[in-house]
Each structure stands twice: as structure tokens, then as C-alpha cells.
């Protein structure tokens, strides 16, 4: 597919929204806004400063299948292919999933980051979760998101020392680091039709 058109789902600080955009912008691929389901998101900020359009809406009380085909209607109104979920905290649905389901690539056209070695600690606390287990290698995964938590096919993985006098703290910080570095390159690769996964 030509259109790549794509979006930065975000719901916190939004470090990774932004070294997204910056890499969008300095190799010309087509982000077209960021979203963010907190209207006072750390990540609209950071937005504002590089001028790139952006928006949130949040839930209240509005129902998850209405919530979400608000979204979807304006994913489409921008002709949307591609979303980047950058520490995006709401879990979507199959139903929002199946509209970016892609046939030839088998995948849907939706990814994450997560702070850990997948399938080592899944959930919200990847980082704490492996930190509090004593793990000496550690790492992040960007990955193509399908129905459960954590679980989709794996585009990129990298790895990160725990040394002996890491905190939390500090081992975060190299998890972060390691984020900025492979979200841009899983970018590239979706951008330029590299796409790998291992199957059995
Ligand atoms: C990152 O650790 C990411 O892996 C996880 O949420 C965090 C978001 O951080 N999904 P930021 O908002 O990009 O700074």
C-alpha cells in the first residue's frame, strides 16, 4: 500500500510522540496529527511547541463503541492507514482493530512500544514488573498490536543491561533511551515496506 498516512495515539508525556514527529518531519513521512484521549496530556504540549496538529477527546461517559467510532471517524476523514500507540493507555477494541486489519500483510496496521522483553511482562508496568524481578538483561519491543495484551507478531526488539547499582529509576531511563532509538528505525521500516515477523 502507497498511503501511509499515519497517526500518534498518546496519552501521557509523550517522549516517544516526540521523537516521532521530529523523525517524521525531518524525513518527510506523512504524520498527519496526534491524538490523545487526556485533554491536558503532557504530549499536547510538546505538540503545540513543534506545530503539529493535534486533538484530543476524551471518554466520560460516553460508551467504548461510541467513544471509539468518534475516533475512527476522524481517522478516516484523514485518511488514516497507520497508528503508532506511544504510551496510549486505552485498550482497543477488536472491532476499532479489524478496520486497520491489513489482508496482504496479515497484520493489523497498528502498533505499540512496550517497555519490556515480550512476552516477559506484559501490562502496564513493564519496566517495575522486571525491575521487581531481578531480570539482568532487559529491553523493549515495538510490535504489531492484535486482541490481546501485549501479545502481537514482534517487528523490532532490543536489549539493555541491569547493573548491579541500577535503581528503577535509572533502569527506566535506559528503557527510555532504547525506545527513541528503535521507535524511529520500526518507523523506517513500516514507511519503506520492510516489514519482518517470524513465524514458526
Ligand atoms: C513508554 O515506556 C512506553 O513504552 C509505554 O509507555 C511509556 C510512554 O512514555 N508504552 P512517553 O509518554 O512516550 O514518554
Not at 45 to 66: A, Q, W
Not at 122 to 135: I, L, M, Q, S, T
Not at 153 to 179: A, C, H
Request: aromatic share 12%; glycine share 6%.
Amino acid at each position: 500500500m502507497n498511503n501511509k498516512n499515519f497517526a500518534i495515539f498518546a496519552s501521557g508525556n509523550g517522549s516517544n510522540a516526540e521523537v516521532l514527529c521530529r523523525y517524521a518531519l525531518k524525513y518527510n513521512y506523512p504524520l498527519k496529527f496526534v491524538f490523545s484521549d487526556k485533554k491536558d496530556a503532557g504530549v499536547l504540549s510538546r505538540m503545540d511547541k513543534l506545530g503539529v496538529e493535534h486533538f484530543s477527546i476524551e471518554k466520560n461517559k460516553m460508551s467504548k463503541i461510541d467513544y471509539e467510532r468518534h475516533i475512527l471517524d476522524t481517522l478516516k476523514e484523514k485518511d488514516i492507514k497507520w497508528i503508532f500507540l506511544a504510551g496510549y493507555m486505552k485498550i482497543l477494541s477488536s472491532s476499532f482493530l479489524n478496520e486497520f486489519y491489513d489482508p496482504n500483510l496479515k497484520l493489523n496496521r497498528v502498533v505499540n512500544i512496550h517497555p519490556s522483553l515480550l512476552p516477559s511482562f506484559p501490562g502496564k508496568n513493564g519496566y517495575g514488573d522486571a525491575f521487581d524481578y531481578g531480570v539482568k538483561v532487559s529491553g523493549v519491543t515495538v510490535h504489531f498490536v492484535d486482541d490481546g495484551i501485549d501479545t502481537g507478531p514482534i517487528l523490532l526488539q532490543e536489549s539493555f543491561v541491569r547493573d548491579s547499582n541500577d535503581t528503577l529509576e535509572s533502569f527506566k531511563t535506559k528503557g527510555l533511551e532504547l525506545e527513541h532509538l528503535i521507535y524511529p528505525k520500526a518507523l523506517d521500516m513500516i514507511m519503506n515496506d520492510q516489514i519482518e515477523v517470524y513465524t514458526r
